[in-house]
């Protein structure tokens, strides 16, 4: 194994040097090569405190990294990305272990036609019927491998079509019943097509989607052919955006919804308004039996066809992360509302540098479902329940986010936010039994610049946390009493009151930070933790290297809506990055 892992960092460091060099020693032919590479590492070391035994499953390190490198030439380019997961770090898919070069492609641009060959990634819309993209830190790579050609006729008008499969990690096709994605899209902007000079901007757009799979199935009558519609529409006028897509899809019964033949329907609408000191949204977000698959026998994260956008604010700091929000696929109901504004400057709230004041609101709840008097789940053509499309289920999660921004001098500025969180984990997090979690926190957020090379930049949080959760309630699946344990200290590590702290001092391309989340008042004394990490780093130019030192509590990184379980964890990490 340790071979392995040093022949797979030798030749992405080799890749990477290599067209670093023939990117600064200029071209062949006018030809270009650039790129990036990026390596996590971690190691990891028993702490039995916070529920770790290295000895489970003998994994003492984890290691995650690529390579991608793109060549271009006129109108042609081609690139590849090399990946290594040696093995893969903790909270990533097992199938990741392994080497090799999973996406490879060439393009033919022109001003009037696109071609790609190979692997690629698209969206159409707001991805209710289509999106494969790549989300590292999440560990998601839906590519699709195949082709792909966008034609733009006419002034106005961008039609897209594309035909493939998608990557389910390092599974050839060939070895997995894996379906076949087929799509178009059209894209029209009226105010080019007609060729209007008004204020209000039109663009309109259609999609279908398809996925071709088998069925191989000996209980269920699966229909092979499963396609999904939308239509959209943007208008912007004076400030004011309103955007609103509404899909369709056919009969697909699959593992995430229990093999039920109910049709699945979604709806994502925002309206913004944007001034001078003055921005607004709201969004209106609707799914039903929604999750679209190129294998209809996966419950994970691999092989999404689509992708179902969040509305609850996507959150950075660490307290605020506890009870993140994951899209519910099969069905939700929900809305936000956001405003910001921006005090002038030499007013009484306003100051000499102005104040800048935003609240954002979300709520969510299951879709409202009747069942079918005697329904069939294993007959065709069964739909095993109604919905009225407006009408709300229970209750699953609620947000409330105030900030305020103030700047108050050249040298120190300062940001405020309070955070209310309303979790229904036994439903969003799988907890069945559990009830629902509340969190307060507050998060103080400073900086201070010395002079143009140095500044100190701090954060005090705090979260009590109504958490009346019973251990009962949670199974934790191990071997033995040392496991069980094990497994309780990482599942209670979420559970009481916190408080945190940052420091992190940066000196020209340096930085040094230490911070520590502290888990006190658990319902459990021996439970209370420490999460401390102690890191260091230097930027240049294009280039970082991080090193820390610490320890990692266990809970949801969400991106987007989309989630991934991180492992509770202890030891040294590294991280580098560069482009060229």
Not at 514 to 533: G, P
Not at 551 to 566: K, P, S
Request: hydrophobic share 35%; aromatic share 14%; net charge neutral.
């Amino acid at each position: 194994m340790s071979k392995n892992i040093f022949k797979g960092l030798l030749l992405m460091a080799g890749i990477a040097l290599g067209g670093s060099s023939f990117a600064q020693n200029g071209n062949s032919g006018n030809g270009q090569i650039h790129g990036s590479t990026q390596i996590d590492a971690q190691i990891y070391q028993a702490d039995k405190n916070i529920g770790i035994d290295s000895l489970k499953d003998g994994k003492k390190f984890g290691i995650n990294g690529y390579t991608d490198l793109v060549y271009t030439k006129g109108n042609f380019s081609a690139g590849m990305r090399f990946e290594a997961y040696l093995p893969p770090l903790n909270g990533f898919e097992n199938n990741y272990d392994g080497v090799g070069i999973p996406y490879r492609w060439a393009k033919y641009t022109s001003d009037q036609f696109e071609i790609t060959a190979g692997n690629f990634y698209e969206q159409f819309g707001s991805g209710l019927v289509l999106r494969s993209y790549q989300e590292w830190n999440l560990g998601i790579d839906n590519s699709i491998d195949g082709g792909r050609i966008i034609v733009r006729p006419i002034k106005g008008v961008s039609i897209t079509g594309v035909y493939g499969v998608q990557r389910n990690f390092w599974v050839k096709y060939e070895n997995q019943n894996r379906g076949i994605v087929r799509g178009a899209d059209a894209d029209i902007n009226i105010n080019s097509l007609l060729d209007l000079n008004i204020p209000l901007q039109i663009n309109l757009g259609a999609s279908f989607v398809s996925r071709f799979q088998k069925d191989n199935d000996q209980i269920y009558k699966l229909p092979e052919n499963v396609g999904a519609g939308a239509a959209r529409i943007n208008l912007a006028y004076n400030g004011f955006d309103f955007y609103t897509e509404y899909a369709k899809k056919g009969q697909d019964p699959s593992a995430i919804n229990n093999y039920i033949y109910h049709e699945g329907e979604a709806l994502y609408s925002t309206l913004s308004y944007s001034t001078r000191g003055l921005g607004a949204m709201l969004q209106f977000k609707r799914l039903d039996n929604f999750s679209f698959k190129s294998d209809r026998g996966v419950t994970g994260q691999a092989l999404d066809i689509n992708y179902l956008p969040a509305i609850s604010k996507q959150q950075t700091y660490a307290l605020a992360t506890l009870f993140p929000y994951a899209t519910q696929p099969n069905g939700e109901i929900g809305y936000s509302a956001q405003i910001s504004y921006k005090f002038k400057r030499k007013t009484l709230l306003g100051g000499k540098y102005g104040t800048l004041v935003s609240i954002d609101y979300s709520k969510v709840n299951d879709i409202q479902r009747t069942p079918i008097e005697g329904d069939n789940p294993l007959k065709a053509h069964t739909n095993n329940y109604t919905s009225d499309f407006f009408a709300a289920g229970k209750f699953l999660y609620e947000t409330l986010n105030a900030e305020i921004s103030k700047k108050f001098s050249r040298k120190f500025k300062t940001t405020l936010s309070y955070l209310y969180v309303k979790d229904n984990i036994s439903f969003v997090e799988q907890h069945p039994g559990e009830p629902d979690i509340e969190q307060h926190a507050g998060i103080i957020d400073m900086t201070y610049k010395f002079n143009n090379n140095t500044s100190l930049h701090w954060e005090l949080q705090h979260a009590f946390v109504n958490d009346p959760r019973t251990f009962a309630n949670h199974t934790v699946t191990a071997n033995n009493e040392e496991e069980v344990e094990n497994g309780e200290r990482a599942y209670q590590g979420r559970r009481g009151n916190w408080a945190g702290a940052l420091a992190e001092i940066n000196y020209k391309d340096f930085f040094f930070a230490a911070m520590d989340q502290y888990n006190y008042e658990n319902n459990k004394t021996d439970f209370e933790n420490h999460y401390y990490t102690f890191s260091a780093g230097y930027t240049h130019n294009t280039s970082r290297i991080a090193l820390s030192y610490g320890r990692q509590r266990e809970g949801l990184l969400c991106i987007g809506g989309v989630c991934r379980q991180v492992p509770a964890a202890s030891g040294y990490s590294i991280s580098i990055t560069t482009s060229f």
